[in-house]
Every structure is written in C-alpha cells, then in structure tokens.
C-alpha cells in the first residue's frame, strides 16, 4: 500500500519562497513519475507539475513556469516542489501523487494518471 506524506505548507508572503516535500512509501518510488496537484477552495484540483523517474524530464503548468521547480531523490523516496515568487492565487491545497507508469508525457497532467495520493499541505500566501 502506498503512503505519500506531504509537507512544508505554511503561511508566507507574496513575493516569497517555500518547498514542499513529498515522502512516499510502500512501492519501488524510483519507478514512478510522481507529481504535484493544488487545489482552491470550491475549485477542482488541477495540475501543477510532474517529474519523470530520473527527474530528466518535466512539466509544469503555464501558470507556475519559471517560478515552480520540482525535484526528487530517489534515494530518499521523496519529490520537492520548490515555489518562489508565490502570489496570492497560489494559495491552495498541495498533493502529491505517485504515477501509474515511468512518464508519458502527454498524460503527466491528466489527473487520471495517478492512482495514489497523499492527504495534502496548505499554502497561503498574504498579499
């Protein structure tokens, strides 16, 4: 059974940096792309970004480009989602979650491609 444990939310300011971790457990992490959802209050959960097995290949949502960088060790089973510049439409519930398969990458941000998830970390950002 997989577990994902997220950390790292918290209340920061616009302008600001933070990074999320991921912990994953119960299954060979090196073998799965892995990602990162956020979702707003009365929104629906929507793709911020996703990392390939060796972390050589991603892709990020036009919304966090240039400002959100994600990262794994495949030693540690943990992904990162380093966040700068946040802005106050940032603000959400962050999840990670582990893929189905290594990468494909025309279905990295299809919500559907990944089966497990982990109970998610706010971020607030104060403008």
């Known amino acids: 059974q997989v577990q994902l444990v997220e950390s790292g939310g918290t209340l920061v300011q616009a302008g600001g940096s933070l990074r999320l971790s991921c912990a994953a457990s119960?299954?060979?992490?090196?073998?799965?792309?892995m990602a990162w959802f956020r979702q707003a209050p009365g929104k629906e959960r929507k793709f911020v970004a996703a990392?390939?097995?060796?972390?050589?290949?991603?892709r990020y949502a036009d919304s966090v480009k240039g400002r959100f960088t994600a990262s794994r060790d495949n030693a540690k089973s943990t992904v990162y989602l380093q966040m700068n510049s946040l802005k106050p439409e940032d603000k959400a519930v962050y999840y990670c979650a582990m893929g189905s398969r290594a990468w494909f990458y025309s279905r990295m941000a299809d919500i559907n491609e990944y089966p497990s998830w982990g109970q998610g970390t706010q971020v607030t950002v104060s403008s």
């Open positions: 119960g299954r060979t992490f090196s073998q799965y792309a």
């Open positions: 990392i390939s097995t060796t972390g050589n290949s991603l």
